[in-house]
């Protein structure tokens, strides 16, 4: 695998939402995933490649129950809104359209049942169908997840991101989710797939490069998204 060219990826100046780049495909290391490694958390110990290891580079992660490695800091980001984001991208491979509206923020998803009704005349569930297809084809088949990278980014573009909500949602939608939540997450986001029959991994989604601006919500000790 060219781990040098990954590290590249995942250490890329910050995304601003839409990203762009090549999305070329790196080749996947062995697996010395044990499911009985991983406690009641959802995830195993910190595993750190020796300096030797060609994944090194990548730095430290953890393995998921459901085998993906896990990179990111328990003192930026809770491991439970990792294992969410795990969840919710999950559903596309899955076509888990029940799981994927569960991961959603409540109202985010009836505005966008409103929107999508309104203005294309289907609904969510289309829309998420519709979603899954464009990723297997882009993908180049039937995938799974293999690696996600969670990192803070340089700045905070939470307004931004909810700027381009308004149409959906409504305007100030930020200060009404800021009014009913815990806590809000500003993150960048890293996925890694393998498609089924491959021995390669590549970029979850195309054009991200630069990673994923996102942002995550807090309430009641669950995560949702806004995607």
Do not use: H
């Not at 992660?61 to 439970?80: H, I, N, V």
């Amino acid at each position: 695998m060219k781990y040098s060219r990954l590290t590249a990826l995942m250490t890329a100046a910050l995304c601003c939402l839409s990203l762009s780049g090549c999305g070329k495909n790196n080749k996947s290391a062995a697996s010395s995933f044990d499911p009985a490694s991983v406690g009641e958390s959802g995830v195993g110990e910190v595993i750190v490649p020796p300096t030797e290891d060609e994944e090194a580079s990548l730095g430290s992660y953890r393995y998921s129950s459901g085998g993906l490695k896990l990179y990111y800091s328990e003192e930026e980001y809770p491991t439970e809104l990792i294992l969410a984001l795990e969840k919710l991208f999950s559903t596309y491979a899955d076509r888990d359209f029940d799981t994927y509206t569960d991961c959603l923020y409540p109202s985010y998803a009836e505005s966008m049942e409103t929107f999508l009704q309104k203005d294309y005349q289907y609904d969510l569930n289309t829309s998420f169908t519709k979603r899954c297809d464009s990723l297997e084809e882009d993908m180049g088949g039937k995938y799974k997840l293999t690696r996600i990278k969670v990192e803070v980014p340089d700045e905070d573009y939470t307004e931004d991101f909810f700027n381009q909500l308004d149409d959906i949602c409504g305007e100030d939608y930020k200060n009404k989710v800021t009014d009913e939540v815990d806590k809000l997450y500003n993150i960048r986001l890293f996925i890694m797939v393998q498609t089924e029959g491959s021995d390669t991994e590549q970029l979850f989604f195309k054009d991200t490069e630069n990673g994923m601006g996102m942002v995550v919500a807090e309430k009641d000790g669950k995560y949702y998204a806004f995607c």
